[in-house]
């Protein structure tokens, strides 16, 4: 089996364990993270069938200001110049590694409740390598205890193809599969719920080419914020929080996602015990600018995996 070794430098602060545990994508399939030795693991499947799998972790760079980012990619045909670069690509998008958060960061040295976080290399939110990916996992993440939405997003994840070099890993499943395994599938296995219908809807949608998602991701970085909003909840499934979720992913950061984790926190660590406003809760936030929502996120984040929970285990998108 063919591999093939990528070095990507990537400006400080970063870790990929920080990266990966900025929420909880890295319990589901594709990903498989190992916390002791801080590495990532992922399956990918390409466009010819094909499945590769990622090996990814972090070193000291030999630039000033930068950590090495190195992946490894196993499979048939992974020295292939193409595949190499394709990896690459999706690896850079999915740890947002070519994105400039100094702005963020400038804000974090002023802040004592983010010094934790600057300190260990936090502040990009990982996300899927489609949207495609990133839009169902939130879609089955929604009123539901995280520890349900792991087993419904891995029990969907069976449908994809396995990874020859990590059988125990599965690529995620293409809108065709998905849409074979139909929605009794979603229902009787996944235990999808009301999501089950949402689901189909959208792989038959997206497989049918009345939606694009591909062409939204690609489009997202350089769309109005409130353009992107209106376009992720005419999804099906997917209401205010989870798109808001979806943006800190697509690298909007102008906006808070206030749900009942938002709640909490704000009662707890901003208003002296006392619940607030929904009002309340924005207009403290948005002194941030551009930076809001990561200056939330990130004063709540802890390197303690699962970090995101609340005492009910639900997750905060």
Known sequence: M?????????????TVLATATSHGWYQTM???????????????A??????????IRDERSSRRGYRDVIVTV?????SHRGVAREMMRRCIAMLHLDEDLSGFYSICRSRPELRVALKAGAGRCMRGSSLW??????????NVLWRQ?????????????VCPARPALRAWPSPGQVTRAGERYLRDYVRAGY????????????????????????RAAGMDSAELFKALVAIKGVGKSSAHFLMNLLRHYDHIAVDSATYAY??????????????????????????????????RWSPGLAWWEDAQGRASS
């Open 2 to 14: 063919e591999t093939q070794t990528i070095r990507l430098p990537v400006r400080t602060p970063f």
């Open 195 to 218: 999501r089950a219908p949402y689901i189909v809807e959208l792989a038959h949608r997206q497989k049918a080419g009345d939606i694009d998602l591909e062409s939204l991701d690609a």
């Open 46 to 55: 390409l466009r010819d069938g094909r499945v590769m799998l990622l090996g």
């Open 74 to 78: 196993r499979g048939e045909g992974a």
């Open 133 to 142: 990916e990133d839009a169902v996992k939130a879609i089955l993440g929604t």
């Open 149 to 161: 939405a792991v087993v419904m997003i891995n029990r969907l994840a069976e449908l994809g193809d």
């Open 30 to 44: 594709p990903f498989r993270l190992d916390p002791e030795l801080e590495s990532l693991e992922r399956a990918e």
């Open 266 to 299: 704000a009662k707890r660590a901003l208003f002296k015990g006392k619940r607030p406003t929904e009002r309340q809760i924005r207009r403290r936030f948005a002194q941030f600018g551009n930076w809001q929502s990561l200056v939330y996120w990130f004063a």
